[in-house]
């Protein structure tokens, strides 16, 4: 009995020690700047025993003295804690070197470190930096393998991005652009053939950071259309602390980055006084004689003396100017945390007559109900009114005008009303002087979402978004304009779309012992994107102080149009971290589309990559060079959806058939219709060396888009021109190369770069169907997508200036004959180049020296070519109705000249055919952004009160090397902007704007 009294004891008086050894620790985990960090985990060291913090950083969790807590969260540096005789244990966790940044992921965000996908990221102090009005513009050199291309220099003009190429022919083109969580309308709504941006009404400056998504494995998880990439935009949000308030204000000129010579008033009396000698003999004075086409041209003016010597280009192209101003304010405590900005960006135009004005708002809130329930709002609001000009292939746009004479003035004798009396072609000055072309957009966006945390670990996030585009065109051409016969005329169209958005998904992450780290996301997307428009016309004006359709005498025109499709998808991704170094990911999503075949609805879309973080190795552990090392590998499938909403179905429309109304056959049946599926391998290293002072990637990837969707012609006698059809195959691939180093760190010195290189091969796997020739481009199997398909020119016969082509006909062996012919009917036609570079890079340096700070951008393409198509015009010296390039100046005039300029004949063809005369490598390299800046020192804006004052110079477009004897080798048509097959042509293509800026932030 004493010996149970006494066990008893014992194990009492042990349980008691046990007990008052365990007691509860609590405390709260913050970042550097104090903000409260949820989802942190926090497990004692060797135990499965753990916890995570709630919405306010806040945790609790029962330990020993002695036990070692381990915190740890995505992006920082891991802590151990050893527990003493304390209770409360407060920490702050500092962020790790820039390869544990966090990056936003779809559907969540991501350590670099732990990252197995191929993602490439821009913060917005490299936005922020280049005052331009679209943000495409800023990205521009910034990421490997993405080509940026505005396609003129108009400053509404289309936007062109391409992420590891072309992988489609009919369908989109276009990334996915993705703001916030919610897919933004990214459709031209342009009522001519020129594309305008649609993203020009965001600002740029409201932004915090870009991911563009260039693997399946990162692009999966948005499925069906993640072929093109996808384009991940975060704006800025408020941070904890004291109320900031941020103006930025600039001002600054543009020029076109260049021009082009052309004939002066001499040159062209000379060449087209030839020309004519040429082909009617030299006692033929139709052009000269008193009172002959030369002075009806210089109406009443004396061209013989050169009173009259007009430079057509200096009146297209002119001195513009930009304004970009804002102001932000931001902040928050503990439980809010919000950030309001508004803008406003005047740009007028370096092609006169064009002009954009936008005003923006941006009000994005974070708040913070309970410990576990958090909401949020991001919204912006924005007004954008553009006045266009007409397209490239019109003569009321600008850039025709260097097609008029020199001899004509483009003034009547008032110097006020355009001369349309004796120019040959339409003044384009009497389009601006009669006529207008106003365009506003109006552009909502707002999402809205709930967080809940059901248990530690387990969130529920729920997120309804919504996007507003609505666009009015009104177009007025005045009684003097071209539209002069019908005593003016006006249109107008409206259009709206509008895009909803509703996510739900559940996110699990928990760290289990030894170092185990496991998130799961799950949940389902639900889009409806509707669109209207209205269009009417009329004639016919008493006086062209009356603008509006509702004046016009006769209604000419009129419709109406309404459409929907939508999206329902299931999607969940995995990613699971052993010891810090083994990665593992996988994703899928199911999409539903309305697009497609009732056979082919839905689609399945995986993805998977994996990781080895070999530094981690103790091999390797050790090494006092190698500070990152990573091997990653990922494998996946994405899909295409963008072709026309019904082009599975049969539809007929309404129509009229002897006043009486009926129904039309419009569109062929498809049931059969389905996904493209392009399947993408990517396997890279990243490495970083001597403490991350160098530290880059390098990728190779291969592509193959299946089931292409093809608009495919059919015979005219079947009564219908095309059907969409699943036909061929597309394969894209190449390597990329990153380069980041920190050149100096010093406490007043620092230097960094970042050099980006990238490779693309592009072919058509498969086209059953055969050529497809548009134009000057062909797609064809074995080929480059929209390769050129032009006659190969030879020279210029040295003994009577005819212009030569080689016949390039196939002998038996298939061998091209090389033989050189003047009869253009003998030469057969060539693959002759490609409109896409197959080489890019981007160079980018930041200095900062005590308070001086200093930046630029290179960018660099190799490759590509560029036919112009009105070089038939512009340089073919047949005409006298257009002017032309300075180098029909060396044309062939004597036997023996050695020229590529054959001889001048007027009306007579000689290498005014499509042919390689006008085809020419655009390589190029540009010093797209440089900036400036100097920051006052703190001991004199603190007086003022002020946290930060800083003066800066910008640049942008400020040099081009290129060998192009054009405007710009990358400005092309704008009416095929929007064309998938034609690319690389150029016709009065206007350059892009040099522009220099001088602005001030200060921070408050």
Known sequence: MKINILFLFTSILFSSVTMAQEKDISGVVKDGEGIPLLGVNIIIENTQSGTQTDFDGNYSIKAAPGNVLVYSFVGFKPRKITVGQESTINVTMTVDNELDEVIVLGFGKQSKRKVTDNIASISSDEINQIPVASMQGALTGKAAGVQIQQINGKVEGGVKMRIRGISTISSSQEPLYVIDGLPLINDDESVSEAPMNPLISLNPNDIESIQILKDASSAAI????GTNGVVLITTKQGKLGKTKISVNTATGWSEATNKVDWLNAEQYVELFTEASANSYGADDLWLTEQGGYFDDMANGLDWRTGEVDTDWQDLALVKGYVQDHGISVSGGNEKTLFYISGGYNNTEGIVRGNTLERYSYRGNIDHRVSDRFRVGLNSSLSKTHVKRLGTDNSFSTPLQAIAQSPLSPPYLSDGIVPNNESTIYYNFLMQQYNGSWNVNIFRA?????AEYEIIPGLRFKSEIGYDNNSQLDEYFAGSLTESASTNGYADATSVQADKYNLNNYFTYNREFIGNYDLEVVAGMSFEESSRKSQYVAGTGYPSDDLQTVDSASEITAGSTTRTKYNFLSYFSRATFSILDKYLLKGSIRYDGSSRFGASNRYGLFPAASVGWIMSEEEFIKASEVVSLLKFRASYGVTGNAGI?????????????????SALNPYQLPNKDLKWERTTQFDVGLDF??????????????????NDLLLNEPLPGTSGWSSITRNVGS???SGFEFVLNTKNIVQENLSWTSSLNLSTLKNEVTSLPKGDIISGRNLVREGETISSFYVVEYAGVDPDNGDALFYTNTLDANGNRDRTKTSDYSQAERVIAGSPYPTFMAGFTNNISAYNFDFSFTFQGEWGASIYNEGGKFQSGNARYEDNQTLDQMNRWQNPGDITMVPQARMYSTNGQQASTRYLEKSDFVRLRNLSLGYTLPKDITQKFSVDRVRIYFTGVNLLTFTDYSGYDPESTYDN???????????????????????GLNIDL
């Open 730 to 732: 597309l394969e894209n």
């Open 976 to 998: 095929y902007g929007n064309s998938n097959i034609q690319k690389g042509v150029a016709f009065y293509s206007a350059p892009p704007a040099k522009t220099y800026t001088i």
């Open 222 to 225: 948005y499925g069906a259309r």
């Open 644 to 660: 026309d909403n019904f082009a599975s179905l049969g539809l007929f429309r309404g129509a009229a058939y002897n006043k009486t």
């Open 688 to 705: 970083g060396f001597f403490n991350n002072k160098l530290t880059g990637e390098i990728d190779y990837y291969i592509k193959n888009t």
């Open 445 to 449: 966006i707002m999402n809205t979402y």
